[in-house]
């Protein structure tokens, strides 16, 4: 049942473009539409990345969860300097190695159980709508042709700026880092502010057909397309990491808002960056950790979820070993909470008939639904396991819990209900069955008595091997008082 049917509350994010709060209203009643932002396929994901897809995963599956029917997709770059470049080193083709790159992207991904976008649209599979958007652009004025390139007007757009705040004085050309700005290009533009929406080709250069002439797409332009073609021209919710929101995400909103004189997204999220010693942690600067690099040391895939979902999304996350380590014990926890059914269900009588507990799940929704607060719903979670950790050490040495079996299954109920929220998932490390060579309860009550009549004779020695014998073939002894002992295997 979804959380829904119980209490209704409002979700409320934190918008880039508005810098405040807004209560989250959907362009289409019941559906959200989201685009995100996703690599350049030239080398293996980092941890930065993950961060990225986690955090979007994340928020996506608590959407599905308060009931929305959510279409996500997200986009791959296959045509860029940064893969020419790679291409040209290892004597390959652009295809090759974008290829390559996003094959071990799904890899990386679906070991951190990031569940696969409705959509994977790629630059070289848009180029109709690329162009298509690029001939509009110079219809109604916004764009001009110059030597084969076309550049965006960005005076033109009245608007610009409004994204990340910067005023045309402050910008500088070339600050998305992505192409080099030499004096051959500065001289076909008007304006130094202008951007590149189409490239004329350069010898051994992938190249298409255009109405400019054999070229290629800008970066930015991309990303209108896409959206535009998948999703339509107003989507509700648009992510990407903060390095993205000047000049891509700006430059995104003035392309297609100059066309269709509608909002391209309703609701900008970003998240912060991942940092090491104080600074970015990018490919540029030679501190990234991969994700499989990280994930072979080993360090658990719920572990990196855990480190990621921890911190507030907007906010910088400061990579650590010490950082993964915490990380690590804190799922242990979470992990023992989410197995507490495999180890003690059938012994409490468990019949899969309870339902979630809806306090606990509104305390979970009340925080999450302040900006995706995932740290304030861990919180819950981590309260969840522990009572649920605490009853589990009462019941193996007293034989019964305190809290009452209909509602310890309730409570864990919720927990795993919560945790899939996440992408937090545990399995059982051994297998359910019992063993070829496990005794029977007429054996196991035999040895007891044994042990029993040991004690009486003050024969502790084999008292105590009989206990160990019995452990060893996972049965659990409680002494109780007046000489009553009760068992349980696992």
Known sequence: ML?????VMTLTLYNTLTRRKEPFETVE????????CGITAY?????GHARTCIVWDTVRRYLQWQGYEVKYVQNFTDIDDKILNRARREGTTMEEVAERFIQAYFVDMERLNVQPADAYPRATHTLDGIKRLVYELEQKGYAYPAQGDVYYTVRQFSEYGKLSGRKLEDLQAGASGRVTVGDSEASKKKDPFDFALWKASKPGEPAWESPWGKGRPGWHIECSAMVRDNLGETID???GGSDLTFPHHENEIAQSEAVTGKPLAHYWLHNGMVKVGGEKMSKSLGNFTTIRDLLDRPADPMAIRLFVLQVQYRKPLDFSDEAIAAATNGWQTIKEGLLFAHQY???LGWDDSAAISSPIAQRFQEAVDDDFNFAGGLAVLFEVAKELQREGNILVHQGKTEVPSPELEQKWRT???LAQVFG????????VEEPADSLTETEIESLIEQRFQARKAKNFAEADRIRDELKDLGITLIDQAGGVTKWHRG
């Open 415 to 417: 927990l795993v209900e």
């Open 345 to 347: 269900g059938k012994q």
């Open 43 to 47: 080398d293996y994901c980092h941890l």
């Open 237 to 239: 919710i648009h992510t």
């Open 3 to 7: 959380i829904t049917d119980y209490f």
């Open 29 to 36: 009643a019941g559906k959200v539409q989201m685009y995100c």
């Open 424 to 431: 937090l998932e545990a399995e059982p490390e051994e297998s």
